[in-house]
């Protein structure tokens, strides 16, 4: 494979849980697959006071836990580590940036970093701004001699006009194709999978239609609550922390007309094309298509879990949505009148994130399914996580007398691809950024176009004191309203059980 051009990668609140959690390990990674260039440094930069050895043991504790390769040698990681630098400054001082600078300089001159140098800003959003304009005042953004990009953590923006004002102001220190915001589901092999299934396959993409297609569906369930992010989470909600971002960069890849080449503009002018086509909400969509709930106590097999109003830095009276489910359409030639439902929420009763393309039923019903129903829904399931993999459900003759149909499943699972090493998501975008291509990365205008179409049901919820707030136990699949939201008496959402293949409300989770 290639190898990309030697530089340094300086990661912003260095101190962070995604620093250790994610972002080192998926580098670690990278030097496992043999991805890093002769001459690579990673700097870390915080507020926290850590000399060089210290921040190199913490990220090894990392890399121990969530690197694929975390039972690599000593001798490996620590020729990793050798690599990993730290610089404690105050990142909300400009004056502070020159020692960046210096830093940096003589990081250069030892590893022969070629000046090449990625920001990464895993901080506070407060400091978006900051330090792109302080990294500006030293000069470091501009690419006289080697590259500097920039990338971006969620939440990009808290709202529409916050979207709007911190891309306005990124582009005062950067150039747009230096800047590159981050949406992790992008990178996940089953996301970039969905565009393969459609467009390297002849048989889907005829179906792929609102003449055959009758919904579909996008879920994201978590088991886990807020856990030690309330303080995060109060503020924003599931519909600012999932759906704005990664679940409607999902459904443009359900929607997206094939791209003319696979480039990052063709790729980026076709999703964007869904973003301007969704239908926005009329203020009656806003009560009838969009449903908030929000956890509440439970006993789940045995275990007693607290309500979110009684989670850490949770407001006692918080209107916060933990769940969140709604009904929009894409207004094109393609999917017009075909709704799309999309559903996220935490403390469900089990993990998944899918798609499910449900297909119109034969146009006569001519047998009985085995359970005594007509339902014979085809379905195909694109399982983003866990178990990545398809699965299509089909209709089947029942042996013996007569003709039952029961329903059967076509099932393929990406761990059979077993001699193939599926990269992490943050190892993946790393890898992109380093080289360059921002194919998976948000354009400013989508994610100010997502930002617009959210917004009248953050402004809703907000404004309106009559918007219903519902509650749902913990290890429930959330109000039972959501039910409602699906159109046709037989359908509702699918609640996939244990292994992911069988669904229904009571099942083995
Ligand atoms: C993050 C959200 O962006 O995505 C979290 O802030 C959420 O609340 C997480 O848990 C889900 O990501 P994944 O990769 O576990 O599906």
Same mark, same amino acid.
Not at 93 to 120: A, C, M
Not at 166 to 189: C, M, P, S, T, V
Not at 304 to 328: L, P, W
Not at 347 to 368: A, D, G, M
């Given at each position: 494979?290639?190898?990309?051009?030697?530089?340094? *990668?300086?990661?912003?609140?260095?101190?962070?849980?995604?620093?250790?959690?994610?972002?080192?390990?998926?580098?670690?990674?990278?030097?496992?697959?043999?991805?890093?260039?002769?001459?690579?440094?990673?700097?870390?930069?915080?507020?926290?006071?850590?000399?060089?050895?210290?921040?190199?043991?913490?990220?090894?504790?990392?890399?121990?836990?969530?690197?694929?390769?975390?039972?690599?040698?000593?001798?490996?990681?620590?020729?990793?580590? %050798?690599?990993?630098?730290?610089?404690?400054?105050?990142?909300?001082?400009?004056?502070?940036? *020159?020692?960046?600078?210096?830093?940096?300089?003589?990081?250069?001159?030892?590893?022969?970093?070629?000046?090449?140098?990625?920001?990464?800003?895993?901080?506070?959003? %407060?400091?978006?701004?900051?330090?792109?304009?302080?990294?500006?005042?030293?000069?470091?953004?501009?690419?006289?001699?080697?590259?500097?990009?920039?990338?971006?953590?969620?939440?990009?923006?808290?709202?529409?006009?916050?979207?709007?004002?911190?891309?306005?102001?990124?582009?005062?220190?950067?150039?747009?194709?230096?800047?590159?915001?981050?949406?992790?589901?992008?990178?996940?092999?089953?996301?970039?999978?969905?565009?393969?299934?459609?467009?390297?396959?002849?048989?889907?993409?005829?179906?792929?239609?609102?003449?055959?297609?009758?919904?579909?569906?996008?879920?994201?369930?978590? %088991?886990?609550?807020?856990?030690?992010?309330?303080?995060?989470?109060?503020?924003?909600?599931?519909?600012?922390?999932?759906?704005?971002?990664?679940?409607?960069?999902?459904?443009? *890849?359900?929607?997206?007309?094939?791209?003319?080449?696979?480039?990052?503009?063709?790729?980026?002018?076709?999703?964007?094309?869904?973003?301007?086509?969704?239908?926005?909400?009329?203020?009656?969509?806003?009560?009838?298509?969009?449903?908030?709930?929000?956890?509440?106590?439970?006993?789940?097999?045995?275990?007693?879990?607290?309500?979110?109003?009684?989670?850490?830095?949770?407001?006692?009276?918080?209107?916060?949505?933990?769940?969140?489910?709604?009904?929009?359409?894409?207004?094109?030639?393609?999917?017009?009148?075909?709704?799309?439902?999309?559903?996220?929420?935490?403390?469900?009763?089990?993990?998944?994130?899918?798609?499910?393309?449900?297909?119109?039923?034969?146009?006569?019903?001519?047998? @009985?399914?085995?359970?005594?129903?007509?339902?014979?829904?085809?379905?195909?399931?694109?399982?983003?996580?866990?178990?990545?993999?398809?699965?299509?459900?089909?209709?089947?003759?029942?042996?013996?007398?007569?003709? @039952?149909?029961?329903?059967?499943?076509?099932?393929?699972?990406?761990?059979?691809?077993?001699?193939?090493?599926?990269?992490?998501?943050?190892?993946?975008?790393?890898?992109?950024?380093?080289?360059?291509?921002?194919?998976?990365?948000?354009?400013?205008?989508?994610?100010?176009?997502?930002?617009?179409?959210?917004?009248?049901?953050?402004?809703?919820?907000?404004?309106?004191?009559?918007?219903?707030?519902?509650?749902?136990?913990?290890?429930?699949?959330?109000?039972?309203?959501?039910?409602?939201?699906?159109?046709?008496?037989?359908?509702?959402?699918?609640?996939?059980?244990?292994?992911?293949?069988?669904?229904?409300?009571?099942?083995?989770?």
């Amino acid at each position: 494979m290639k190898k990309t051009t030697n530089q340094a *990668l300086v990661i912003f609140g260095a101190s962070g849980d995604l620093t250790y959690r994610k972002l080192i390990p998926a580098v670690f990674d990278l030097y496992m697959n043999d991805s890093l260039p002769e001459g690579y440094a990673v700097l870390g930069v915080s507020r926290s006071a850590f000399s060089d050895k210290q921040f190199r043991n913490k990220m090894k504790e990392g890399i121990r836990l969530f690197a694929h390769y975390k039972d690599t040698g000593k001798e490996k990681i620590d020729d990793f580590l %050798s690599r990993l630098y730290y610089l404690s400054i105050d990142t909300g001082k400009g004056e502070e940036y *020159l020692h960046v600078k210096e830093k940096l300089t003589r990081l250069n001159k030892k590893l022969n970093l070629e000046q090449n140098y990625i920001f990464y800003l895993s901080t506070p959003p %407060s400091l978006y701004t900051t330090i792109p304009k302080y990294l500006y005042g030293q000069g470091l953004t501009l690419q006289q001699k080697g590259f500097r990009r920039i990338i971006i953590e969620k939440p990009f923006g808290h709202d529409l006009a916050s979207a709007i004002d911190l891309n306005a102001q990124l582009l005062e220190f950067f150039q747009e194709d230096q800047i590159y915001r981050i949406d992790h589901y992008l990178g996940k092999e089953t996301v970039q999978n969905l565009m393969v299934t459609r467009f390297a396959n002849g048989i889907y993409e005829p179906l792929w239609n609102r003449n055959f297609i009758q919904h579909v569906e996008i879920t994201a369930a978590e %088991s886990i609550g807020v856990e030690d992010r309330g303080g995060y989470y109060d503020h924003s909600g599931a519909l600012r922390d999932m759906v704005q971002n990664h679940l409607l960069q999902v459904a443009s *890849l359900v929607a997206m007309e094939p791209p003319t080449k696979i480039t990052p503009e063709d790729i980026r002018y076709e999703k964007m094309k869904v973003f301007r086509s969704l239908r926005p909400f009329s203020k009656n969509d806003l009560k009838m298509n969009v449903i908030r709930g929000q956890y509440t106590d439970a006993t789940v097999r045995g275990k007693q879990y607290n309500g979110y109003r009684d989670e850490i830095n949770v407001d006692k009276n918080s209107r916060t949505e933990t769940y969140m489910a709604m009904k929009i359409f894409i207004d094109n030639w393609r999917w017009k009148g075909v709704p799309f439902y999309i559903r996220t929420g935490k403390r469900l009763p089990t993990n998944v994130t899918e798609v499910v393309i449900h297909f119109r039923p034969s146009p006569q019903k001519l047998f @009985k399914s085995a359970d005594g129903t007509t339902n014979s829904d085809n379905q195909l399931i694109l399982r983003i996580q866990p178990d990545e993999g398809i699965l299509l459900k089909t209709g089947m003759k029942v042996p013996g007398r007569g003709y @039952k149909v029961k329903s059967v499943n076509m099932d393929y699972h990406y761990s059979e691809l077993n001699d193939h090493y599926i990269p992490s998501a943050y190892e993946r975008l790393i890898l992109d950024s380093m080289n360059g291509d921002n194919t998976l990365y948000m354009s400013n205008e989508a994610a100010e176009e997502t930002w617009k179409f959210v917004q009248p049901v953050l402004d809703y919820w907000e404004n309106d004191k009559d918007a219903p707030l519902h509650g749902y136990p913990s290890g429930s699949w959330g109000p039972d309203v959501a039910d409602d939201l699906i159109e046709g008496k037989e359908n509702t959402w699918r609640y996939p059980c244990k292994n992911l293949a069988e669904d229904g409300i009571y099942c083995e989770l």
